[in-house]
């Protein structure tokens, strides 16, 4: 058992959306304002590194929000022209980790974290950073002892208590990540509203983990009263609705949402949500353009490999395209998502007990996963092990009906059960 129960969310991962040349009607959103704001000091101070710093970090809030990835090139570009300014300056280069791992360079965002670590050893903000790199490559054990570290540098702090919220989901404690997430939120600056709205976004989305549906879109309400076109409150909102089976209200705002800004991932939650809803034709064309926009991308840092995975093991019917990427995956890393690609996508292939092996390493973390219990329940099935089907349906059960999306796994415990 870990010893503070701390899934790191990447709170401080960055990217952000080029600044608009012109007013539009619309309500320019906060984090917009905090973009706008630093560009206007960037050109009133061109010769100030400390500026490009702050559009720097305006660009990545908007990033953690909107997940597009070229925006983050745009953010490396304003650290740029404040390292020519200041070469040593510490600052830049802690945002230079959080470019790297909102790239997914998730090894040289933990090479460089490291180092900035040695050379201050006292900075709560350079301890994250290790926490979310580790969490990144699924060194779970070296970010808990970063945490360990804010904590006990810093024990009030904001960035402590978010931290171990999201290392206390990783190891199954989803009642006392959603706490910390409130304790952070009480400790958040009101003017913060975006981090704010993040937090309760956070709150939601684990409430909805726990079946409590009603309570996450209270939050979820909350949240988007602060951040009325906040993406990722969207997304849990259309989560909660699926959750439901209210999947036309779902396919309405994952439909709203890839429209404001059609990123890959986007894409293939609205299809999803399409095909949930019975409407097969536009399912099939969302996901074949998905493939298409998602498969140029399997060579690059940052890529969709872990949701081509499973669209290929549970939609396409290509197991042996899906095995192939999730090796290749795994070699870069071993978090709790990878582990469950490669682990279903052994499934696939009828690799059973290679798949239960992967598969129980992400368990064994601790975490509470509907996704995983599903493809637990599903490897039971194939390895005829009454015993772990018994116990993933128990586990299921809690989730709501809609959890486990595949074929229900109860009827074959009846098959198999002695």
């Known amino acids: 058992m870990p010893k503070i129960h701390f899934r790191v969310l990447f709170a401080l991962t960055c990217g952000f959306l080029p600044v608009l040349a012109a007013q539009s009607e619309a309500p320019i959103s906060v984090v917009q304002q905090r973009i706008e704001a630093a560009e206007k000091t960037v050109h009133a101070n ?5 500026p ?69 050893r006292d900075d709560i903000a350079g301890w994250a950073l290790l926490v979310d790199t580790n969490v990144a490559i699924g060194n779970y054990n070296e970010a808990e002892k970063a945490a360990q570290w804010i904590l006990d540098l810093r024990p009030g702090s904001a960035l402590g208590f978010e931290k171990a919220a999201g290392l206390r989901e990783i190891f199954g404690d989803a009642e006392g990540a959603i706490e910390f997430f409130e304790e952070t939120n009480r400790r958040t600056s009101q003017n913060d509203t975006d981090q704010r709205a993040w937090l309760l976004t956070q709150m939601a989305r684990l409430e909805l983990t726990t079946g409590n549906s009603k309570r996450a879109e209270e939050l979820l309400s909350q949240a988007l009263k602060l951040f009325p076109d906040s993406q990722l409150a969207l997304a849990a909102l259309a989560k909660t609705q699926m959750a439901e089976g209210n999947y036309p209200e779902a396919v309405s705002l994952f439909e709203k949402r890839y429209k404001a800004m059609p990123t890959t991932t986007k894409l293939y939650d609205w299809a999803s949500a399409l095909d949930k809803a ?17 498969s140029k991308d399997i060579a690059k840092s940052y890529n969709e490999n872990l949701t081509l995975i499973s669209y290929f093991t549970d939609y396409k019917e290509n197991p042996g395209e899906a095995l192939r990427l999730a090796a290749n995956e795994s070699h870069a890393r071993q978090d709790l998502g990878t582990l469950d690609a490669y682990a279903w996508a052994l499934y696939g292939n009828a690799r059973y007990d290679e798949a239960k092996t992967q598969l129980d390493r992400a368990l064994a973390v601790g975490v509470r996963d509907p996704v995983y219990f599903c ?33 229900q796994p109860t009827q074959a415990a009846r098959e198999v059960a002695p």
């Open 46 to 50: 061109p010769s100030s590194w400390q």
């Open 52 to 120: 490009y710093n702050d559009l720097a970090f305006a660009l990545c809030r908007k990033a953690r929000d909107n997940g597009d990835i070229s925006l983050y090139d745009q953010a490396e570009k304003a650290l740029q022209h404040s390292r020519q300014l200041s070469a040593d300056n510490y600052d830049a280069q802690k945002l230079e980790v959080v470019v790297l791992l909102g790239k997914h360079e998730f090894t040289q965002a933990l090479k460089l974290a490291a180092e900035l670590n040695k050379k201050v």
């Open 278 to 294: 019975g409407m097969k034709a536009e399912a099939s064309a969302a996901f074949s353009e998905f493939e298409s926009r998602a």
């Open 375 to 407: 493809h637990a329940a599903h490897i039971a099935m194939k390895t005829n092990d009454a015993a772990a089907l018994a116990r993933f349906t128990g586990e299921l059960k809690s989730f709501g009906p809609q959890a486990c999306p595949l074929e």
